[in-house]
C-alpha cells in the first residue's frame, strides 16, 4: 500500500532500508562510491549555465562534493559526514617532475604513494606500495596509524546534528572499514595474490594490522555519531565483471571472519544500517556478506554476470537493500541518449522498487565523460519512476 503523504527525506529512507514502502524511492548522490567525478560535475555546472567553488571530496578517485543547490535541484535524500585524518597527518597533495612530466601525489596514512599525471588528472593510481618487500617481521615493527586518535572524529557530532535538525535529509558516514583492499595497496596486488598461495601467514598478519585499525577506528567515531547517524559505509572489493578476484576459499576462511568481526563490532555501537560495498559480479558472495551481519549492497554492478536486478531482488530482496543498480552505467549512462538513459532507469526501478528495500544511484560513481543530458535524465526518471 502506498504511504498516505509525501515524506520527509530520512522519513523516506527509514522506510526503503526497513523493506515499508515510502512515498518515494530514495535517491542519492554524493558519496565515495555514489559519487560524481570533478570532470563530469564542471560540465554538469557549464550545462545548467551555474558557476559555483569546485570543492574536493576525494583526490583519488576525482570526486566533488555537489553543492546544496545541485543535491536540491537532483532531489538527494543523504547528505554526507565524514571523518578526517588526525592532526598529525600531513594529507598534502605534492606536485613533482618525473622524466619531464607533472605528477601530483599523495601519501597516504598506511603509507600507501597515490599517483596521477597532470596531463591526465582523471584517478590517482598508486605509485609505491610501502610492504612490497617486507617480511613477516616487518609488519610488527611497521608504523600502522592511530584508528583511535580523538582528533578524527572532532566537530563529527556536531555536523550531524545540524543536519538532522535543520534539514529533512538522512545521514551516512563516509566509506571505511577498507579491511582486505588495504593490504594489497600496501603489498602490491601481484604480490598479494602470491602471498596467498605461498605465504597466508603474511597475509593473516596483515590483515589483522588493518582490522585492528578500523576497529579503534569505528569505536572512536560511533561513540560521537553512533546514536545519530542512519547509514554507517563500509566496504571491499571482492569481485571482478566475471565473479570473485581471488579464491573463494580463501575470502571465507582469511578474509570473511575479519569482515564479520568488524561488522559485529559497528552493530555493537549503533543501531545503524550497514552498507558494504563490492563492485563486479559478487552474488556468489551475497549469503556471506548476509552473515557477516551487513544490511545493504552497493553498487550493484547489474551488467557483471549473474547480477541480473529481478533474480537479486527475488533470491535476495525481502532481507538484504539493494542501493545503486539504478542504469547500465558500462553502457547506457555513459553513450546512449537521453531517452535511452530514462527507459534503462524505469527497467531497472521497476524490478528493485517493489515492498522497499531500494535506495537510486547510478553503478558507482559517474565518471568523466558522461554528458550531462544524462545525468539529468537519469535523476528525472528516478524522481518520476520511483513513485510508488
Known amino acids: 500500500m ?27 548522490l554524493g558519496g565515495f562510491q555514489s559519487g560524481i567525478h570533478k570532470k563530469a560535475y564542471m560540465e554538469l555546472l557549464s550545462y545548467l549555465g551555474k558557476e559555483e567553488e569546485i570543492v574536493m571530496l576525494d583526490p583519488v578517485q ?40 607533472l605528477w601530483h601525489d599523495l601519501r597516504d596514512e598506511f603509507g600507501v604513494v597515490w599517483s596521477m599525471p597532470d596531463k591526465q588528472l582523471l584517478y590517482m593510481d598508486i605509485s609505491h606500495h610501502p610492504l612490497a618487500e617486507a617480511t613477516l617481521e616487518d609488519i610488527a615493527s611497521y608504523p600502522f596509524p592511530d584508528g583511535s586518535d580523538p582528533s578524527r572524529f ?29 593490504c594489497w595497496y600496501m603489498r602490491g596486488l601481484e604480490r598479494w595474490f602470491m602471498d596467498m598461495m605461498e605465504n597466508p601467514s603474511f597475509c593473516e598478519a596483515l590483515l589483522d594490522k588493518i582490522l585492528k585499525f578500523w576497529l579503534d577506528y569505528f569505536t572512536g567515531f560511533m561513540k560521537e555519531i553512533g546514536d545519530i547517524i542512519d547509514v554507517v559505509m563500509i566496504g571491499d ?49 551475497i549469503p556471506d556478506l548476509m552473515d557477516n551481519g551487513i544490511d545493504i549492497l552497493n553498487p550493484v554492478q547489474i551488467t557483471a554476470q549473474g547480477m541480473d536486478p529481478k533474480f537479486l531482488k527475488e533470491r535476495f530482496g525481502k532481507e538484504l537493500v539493494f542501493w545503486g543498480g539504478g542504469i547500465d552505467s558500462q553502457h547506457i549512462l555513459p553513450f546512449a541518449s ?3 538513459v530514462k527507459s534503462n532507469v524505469r527497467v531497472n526501478m521497476e524490478a ?37
Open 2 to 28: 502506498a504511504p498516505s503523504k509525501q515524506m520527509t527525506s530520512r522519513e523516506r529512507v527509514l522506510a526503503a532500508l526497513n523493506f515499508q514502502t515510502p512515498d518515494r524511492v530514495p535517491i542519492d
Open 62 to 101: 576525482q570526486l566533488v562534493r555537489p553543492s546544496e543547490e545541485i543535491l536540491e535541484m537532483l532531489r538527494v535524500d543523504f547528505r554526507y559526514v565524514t571523518a578526517k585524518g588526525p592532526d598529525a597527518f600531513d594529507g598534502t597533495i605534492r606536485q613533482n617532475l618525473r622524466k619531464g612530466e
Open 154 to 182: 572532532e566537530g563529527v557530532r556536531e555536523e550531524v546534528m545540524k543536519i538532522q535538525n535543520n534539514t529533512p535529509y538522512a545521514v551516512s558516514t563516509g566509506i571505511g572499514g577498507v579491511v582486505y583492499e588495504i
Open 237 to 285: 572489493d571482492l569481485a571482478g565483471q566475471s565473479g570473485p578476484l581471488f579464491p573463494p576459499e580463501f575470502y571465507r576462511s582469511v578474509v570473511k571472519p575479519r569482515q564479520k568481526k568488524l561488522v559485529q563490532h559497528i552493530k555493537s555501537l549503533t543501531q545503524a544500517k550497514i552498507w558494504y560495498h563490492s563492485c563486479g559480479s559478487v552474488v556468489e558472495y
Open 338 to 340: 537521453p531517452e535511452e
Open 352 to 388: 528493485f522498487k517493489p515492498g522497499g528495500g531500494y535506495v537510486f544511484n547510478n553503478v558507482h560513481n559517474i565518471q568523466a565523460g558522461v554528458p550531462p543530458e544524462n545525468i539529468l535524465a537519469m535523476y528525472e526518471a528516478a524522481y518520476k519512476y520511483g513513485a510508488y
